[in-house]
């Protein structure tokens, strides 16, 4: 089945350290999604991307959707204390009614 | 606005039981999904539920099943349970219609179950 692979598996950065994650699938997907999953909470959607080569920001996050429609990554600028957390990019194959599908997260660590 | 309601939070079974956990979308929200949380997996797709029948569904075997009643409520029965159903089921609802922003996904905060 479809499968999307994160990097890296998890992060440990000091406070105010800029973060790259990035998400790749060998299908190509329509939408892609980045969620934020808390301890003890289920996910919360950051940003959803619907265009190939869209680049989109929510405050100091920012995500692009992939050019091959088969990538995407997020950064994190100036890294704060509750910026942790597990970071989960997910994705619809075509319509907007299709199932979303996660990827296995990237747990990022900040060290204040 | 009442978020999503999971209940129960925590529940240990043996093997061989059967499991049945219930989810209460937010008001107006005709979607529900469900999936299953284990470390290094990620959150794996179980179905969705839309106007009480199945729109979606993953790559579980049958012993993962579930419903949706007319109040968009929904609950997932798990049956003969192996050590391996251990996880954290999420239970997401999404309002599938005009205005809707596609896929998002409000999670409810889970139940825990521990297989013996």
Redesign the interface.
């Given at each position: 089945g479809q499968q999307l692979n994160q990097s890296p598996q998890s992060m440990f950065i000091q406070e105010g350290e800029d973060v790259s994650m990035n998400c790749t699938s060998s299908s190509i997907f329509n939408t892609w999604l980045w969620y934020k999953q808390d301890p003890g909470e289920g996910p919360v959607l950051l940003i959803a991307l619907y265009k190939a080569g869209e680049l989109t920001s929510n405050g100091r996050l920012t995500a692009q959707f992939g050019i091959t429609r088969k990538d995407s990554f997020l950064n994190i600028s100036a890294s704060i204390p509750s910026d942790v957390g597990i970071y989960f990019c997910a994705g619809q194959l075509r319509t907007s009614y299709d199932k979303v599908i996660f990827g296995p997260g990237t747990s990022l660590s900040v060290i204040p | 606005k009442a978020g999503?309601t999971q209940t129960p939070r925590y529940l240990i079974k043996t093997r061989g039981q059967q499991v049945t956990l219930s989810c209460s979308p937010i008001s107006g929200h005709r979607s529900v999904?469900w999936?299953q949380q284990t470390p290094?997996?990620?959150?794996?797709?179980l179905f969705?539920y839309?106007s009480e029948t199945q729109?979606?569904k993953?790559?579980f075997p049958g012993r993962f099943s579930g419903r949706q009643f007319s109040n968009s409520r929904s609950e997932m029965n798990v049956s003969t349970l192996e050590l391996g159903d251990s996880a954290l089921y999420?239970c997401?609802s999404a309002y599938?219609g005009t205005g809707?922003?596609?896929?998002?996904?409000?999670?409810?905060?889970?139940s825990r179950l521990t297989v013996l």
């Open positions: - | 999503v999904s999936y290094g997996q990620g959150l794996q797709f969705e839309f729109r979606n993953g790559n999420l997401a599938s809707m922003i596609a896929g998002e996904l409000f999670f409810g905060e889970g």
